[in-house]
């Protein structure tokens, strides 16, 4: 063997041996995975907005059974539906009776006046929650003496109560209750006197859709009272009977989609004693209500 040979030899014998003998190169390091970005749910408000509307009568015109007019309401709103003006015109067409709306501190008043001899007749001060909702209606004297006196209490948009005061003193003549289902359906009112003794009880029913078909009243002994049945066509209701504690009907008829008559026929024991046709402006109101997908 050449020396050439032998050196090659050795050479890569020793490249192995170094080779073998060497620091292995580190590990790579690991690639760093951020972690799944963990979005969280959104938060459910536990109360939500309930919005209502209310349609308010820019005019009623009434008519007799043979057709000829009787008279004429024609009225004015505020944004928020306090009453602006008002004028009655009887057969004939002459205005009556004026009222007109405006405010007075914390109050909103309604003066009316006498349109023939211009004979101050009433005050009626009102006071509104922020939401709109009537608390407080009191009917004074043109001297300010107050007359009578409706006081309303409302959760959640919903009258819980209704106190009525009559005289000087404003006493407690009568209270009403309001009890709601689930639904938000009002299905009795508890009406009490003075003393708080129970005098009447009115319980409603609906039909699947949520529409009142009847109402019946009854006394503290169970005697009946009232009874009123309703008839729906879709979402218009199209007739109200009264059976107790007279046989009366209203018909109802529809203008438009908007829901509300514009045109309603009076009957007393079968026999038609009025017409009515009406326009109307709509009112919308929003209160706070708990959310039930909170409950």
Not at 38 to 64: G, H, R
Not at 93 to 110: H, N, Q, S, Y
Not at 234 to 245: A, R, S, W, Y
């Amino acid at each position: 063997m050449k020396f050439g040979s032998i050196a090659r030899i050795g050479f890569a014998a020793l490249f192995l041996i170094v080779a073998s003998c060497s620091t292995p190169p580190p590990p790579a390091a690991p690639v760093a995975v951020a972690p799944e970005t963990q979005v969280a749910p959104p938060e459910v408000p536990k109360f939500v907005d309930m919005v209502t509307n209310e349609a308010l009568p820019l005019s009623i015109k009434t008519f007799y059974p043979n057709g000829d007019p009787s008279g004429t309401v024609i009225s004015t709103y505020t944004e928020r539906g306090q009453l602006l003006t008002q004028e009655t015109t009887n057969a004939n067409g002459t205005v009556v009776e004026t009222r007109a709306g405006k405010a007075k501190g914390d109050l909103w008043r309604i003066t009316t006046t006498n349109a023939q001899t211009g004979e101050l007749l009433s005050f009626e001060d009102c006071t509104y929650s922020p939401e709109g909702d009537l608390l407080v209606q009191t009917t004074l004297s043109p001297k300010e003496i107050p007359l009578s006196s409706n006081e309303y209490t409302f959760q959640y948009g919903k009258k819980v109560q209704w106190v009525t005061k009559l005289g000087a003193t404003l006493a407690v003549q009568s209270k009403a209750t309001y009890l709601y289902d689930d639904g938000g359906k009002n299905t009795r009112v508890d009406v009490y006197d003075a003393g708080n003794n129970l005098l009447t009880t009115f319980e409603s029913q609906y039909d699947a859709q949520g529409h009142m078909i009847t109402r019946k009243g009854v006394d503290a002994k169970e005697n009946l009272v009232e009874q009123v049945n309703f008839t729906w066509k879709g979402d218009q209701k199209i007739k109200e009977e009264t059976l107790k504690p007279l046989l009366r009907t209203l018909e109802f008829t529809y203008g438009d989609s908007s829901g509300a008559p514009t045109g309603i026929n009076t009957t007393v024991r079968g026999r038609l004693v009025e017409r009515q046709v009406r326009t109307y402006m709509w009112v919308k109101y929003t209160h706070l209500v708990p959310n039930k997908e909170k409950l």
